[in-house]
């Protein structure tokens, strides 16, 4: 009896959760087709080309959804439940209020796997093929992941340290480039070149057109020309400076391969941390969306479409605008990166214990 009880309740709970992720996914569709069709517009690009963009993103719009659609559900069934006198009749039979809140968790629980699996598997990647086709595409940005910068600094190993006045990532090259090795403390080797490649077979940078200044103490530096110089320089183009960070283009390891760099070269990764929290933090939403909807069932005791999915909507993105406050607030340092990612779905979990509890259901 209790399996079969469950089982209902449970497949209760998906035909509102489909609803509602479909119609969300829709309103992000409709909203991001009045953002950009004017580019598509003006650039002459095909209907097609429009098509393929918004089907890249629709992933995106999934996981985005999915916890607002995880509240629409717990409110539709609960609120079915409560109209059709099937909650009284499962307090008479003798289970608790928590008890038949529990598969609609399970649930939760459920969608929240799938929207976790979908965001560090499809979508990132197609999220960054939609940016390239609106980005590279259609704006002709060839350079919106900001891959050529201009006068950067970095560390080529624990006395090596390279400067360049360009350095470009697509092509792999440096222009104006100034190696300035270290012993002990104290400058023994000077790389001042017109130009460097990276050498993918050979693992290491070559420098062209420039010289060589040794230091040996006291004496007088020795100075020579090259044409080409095969340096001992074997840090990768990619570990020197990353590309734009696009929070929805990359998953959690890529974001934590990220932190790594960033710290091997001692540059400030509060931002990515973040971020990193709030991607592993992010099934928890579907949890604490769950437990809310239940509450205001609970506590309102009526019954009206209309308004829960009013409802869903307010809450849903509410809690969505406290995420990105949250994650704001980690980037700036103002909160520790797991704080940052994880108290928007503790403070609304614990919101809705308060009111659970408020309404006798625990």
């Not at 490649?197 to 530096?221: C, E, H, L, N």
């Amino acid at each position: 009896m209790n399996k079969t009880f469950y089982r209902y309740i449970a497949r209760s709970f998906w035909a509102p959760f489909g609803f509602g992720l479909g119609v969300f996914c829709l309103l992000l569709i409709f909203g991001s087709l009045f953002d950009k069709l004017n580019f598509f517009m003006k650039s002459g690009a095909g209907a097609g080309l429009f098509i393929k963009y918004i089907l890249y993103q629709a992933p995106y719009f999934i996981v985005k959804m999915t916890p607002i659609a995880t509240l629409l559900a717990v409110l539709f069934t609960l609120g079915g439940m409560m109209s059709r006198g099937e909650w009284k009749a499962g307090l008479a039979g003798g289970w608790r209020p928590f008890d038949m809140i529990k598969p609609l968790l399970a649930c939760a629980l459920l969608a929240g796997a799938g929207q976790f699996l979908l965001q560090e598997t499809a979508a990132p990647e197609l999220y960054m093929r939609s940016e390239y086709l609106f980005e590279g595409k259609m704006r002709g940005r060839d350079d919106w992941q900001r891959l050529v910068r201009k006068d950067v600094v970095f560390s080529a190993g624990d006395e090596t340290f390279v400067t360049a006045h360009v350095f470009d990532g697509r092509r792999r090259e440096m222009l104006k480039v100034i190696v300035s090795v270290y012993e002990a403390g104290r400058l023994a080797l000077e790389i001042n070149a017109a130009s460097a490649v990276w050498r993918q077979g050979a693992g290491r940078w070559d420098f062209f057109d420039g010289v060589t200044i040794k230091y040996a103490g006291d004496d007088k530096p020795a100075v020579s020309k090259f044409k080409e110089y095969q340096s001992a320089v074997s840090v990768r183009p990619e570990d020197l400076v990353l590309e734009k960070l696009v929070p929805d283009g990359v998953s959690s390891a890529e974001v934590l391969r990220r932190v790594r760099r960033l710290e091997a070269v001692g540059a400030p990764a509060a931002a990515e941390r973040t971020l990193l929290w709030v991607k592993l933090a992010a099934p928890l939403s579907n949890l604490a969306m769950a437990l809310i909807g239940a509450a205001m069932v609970l506590l309102a005791k009526k019954n009206n479409r209309y308004f829960s999915f009013g409802l869903a909507v307010g809450v849903g993105f509410f809690f969505w605008a406290v995420i990105i406050l949250s994650q704001e607030a980690g980037k700036a340092e103002l909160l520790p990166p797991y704080a940052a990612g994880l108290a928007p779905a503790l403070l609304f979990a614990a919101a809705s214990l308060w009111g659970l509890r408020r309404a006798r259901a625990v």
